[in-house]
């Protein structure tokens, strides 16, 4: 067990739909990572949070939103969901950037 | 944008067999790191190499940093089932960026 929560496990949604991804990290990492894992792109990073504040962004698509509240949980918005969103998408934290990650078992997202 | 390249994408030896994966950057890393995916799972932190030439192993798994930093590799040594899996590396660019990975299958 990693330490890290994500749920949920599974999400079926319709196109153009909106969802939202959780995710609480391991106690005493101020730094979550999200990244999303397709068949042939392994692991595509999203975005990172620092103790509440955006540190870092990739490739993420402006329907794609994130947060990190003041107790450190995360939050990865997807909206306008599109067939091609369906992924699998992974939380990780770690104590402080760049130390090693912790990832959570991820969310499994299809959209139909 | 900065990434590391895996090589090679997938690889299917026979128990007992070696089996070495790279990694290389077309930038300096102050470290690398390791990971493991299994099929269905998620990926697990292996190690972390911080030094120039650095060398580890963990049981039959050895990993190296090269003197410049911009590569690093992983050897298997004897493989067993328990080793299938997809190995990651990832390099702390503007945050931590990984690897296409290397898909090892082994057969008994």
């Known amino acids: 067990d990693s330490g890290v929560t994500q749920t949920p496990k599974h999400l079926i949604t319709a196109t153009g739909q909106r969802v939202t991804l959780r995710c609480s990290p391991r106690s005493g990492d101020l730094s979550v990572y999200w990244y999303q894992q397709s068949l042939d792109q392994g692991l595509q990073f999203l975005i990172q949070y620092y103790n509440g504040e955006e540190r870092a962004k990739g490739n993420i698509l402006e329907r794609f939103s994130a947060q990190q509240f003041p107790d450190l949980h995360s939050e990865l918005n997807l909206s306008s969901l599109e067939l091609g969103d369906s992924a699998l998408y992974f939380c990780a934290s770690s104590v402080v950037e760049d130390s090693p990650l912790h990832f959570g078992n991820g969310t499994r997202l299809t959209v139909t | 944008g900065q990434q590391v390249m895996q090589i090679p994408q997938y690889q299917h030896v026979q128990e007992g067999e070696d089996f070495t994966t790279y990694c290389n950057s077309s930038?300096?890393?102050?470290?690398i790191q390791w990971y493991k995916q299994r099929p269905g799972g998620h990926p697990v932190f292996l190690i972390q190499l911080v030094k120039s030439g650095e060398v580890k192993k963990q049981k039959r798994l050895t990993f190296q940093f090269g003197e410049a930093k911009k590569n690093s590799s992983l050897h298997i040594t004897a493989t067993q089932t328990t080793d299938v899996g997809t190995y990651f590396c990832a390099g702390p660019y503007s945050t931590l960026t990984f690897g296409k990975g290397t898909m090892l299958l082994v057969s008994p």
């Open positions: 930038t300096t890393l102050s470290n």
